[in-house]
């Protein structure tokens, strides 16, 4: 009986020392338990409408919605379509900083809309030139310009 209660007792200052160390223990505050991050990736989706023809040459209208909000890029020529793992027309897949890009093409040139990272944080809508190999040359993929109108 004696080792029933010593048992007992030993139980209930465990017992008792776990209650109080459980209620000394701060709650996770939503600061420690909330990863925070300085740069989340952004939602971007490429939509396309035809544009109709001009000069017997076919449009393609381009939208890119970045976060949820829709923005109207532009008529482009020829068909467009977003740079996947593919790689593009030229098969070399998005440039440095690119986050996404489409690829617009007609008669051996077009055009690339890309959205791309900032040092800030910010995105930006850059447009290129693109041109298929001429008589063994290279291809160009370059000359891209920021479009300001459009700061993410």
């Known amino acids: 009986m004696k080792t029933l209660i010593t048992v007992l007792v030993v139980l209930a200052l465990i017992a008792l020392g776990y209650y109080f160390y459980s209620e000394n223990i701060p709650a996770p505050s939503k600061e420690n338990?909330?990863?925070?991050?300085?740069?989340?990736?952004?939602?971007?989706?490429w939509t396309f409408q035809d544009g109709g023809e001009k000069d017997f040459i076919p449009y393609t209208k381009v939208f890119v919605t970045v976060n949820g909000i829709l923005h109207s890029v532009g008529d482009f020529q020829g068909s467009c379509n977003e740079i996947g793992?593919?790689?593009?027309?030229?098969?070399?897949?998005?440039?440095a900083g690119e986050l996404s890009a489409v690829q617009c093409w007609f008669a051996g040139g077009?055009?690339?809309i890309g959205i791309f990272a900032v040092e800030d944080g910010s995105l930006e809508?850059?447009?290129?030139?693109?041109?298929?190999?001429?008589e063994g040359s290279a291809g160009f993929r370059g000359n891209f310009v920021i479009r300001p109108e459009f700061k993410f």
């Open 33 to 45: 338990t909330e990863q925070t991050s300085e740069y989340t990736e952004p939602t971007i989706v």
């Open 85 to 95: 793992e593919e790689g593009g027309v030229d098969g070399e897949g998005l440039l």
């Open 110 to 112: 077009g055009d690339e």
């Open 125 to 134: 809508l850059m447009t290129g030139v693109l041109e298929e190999p001429i």
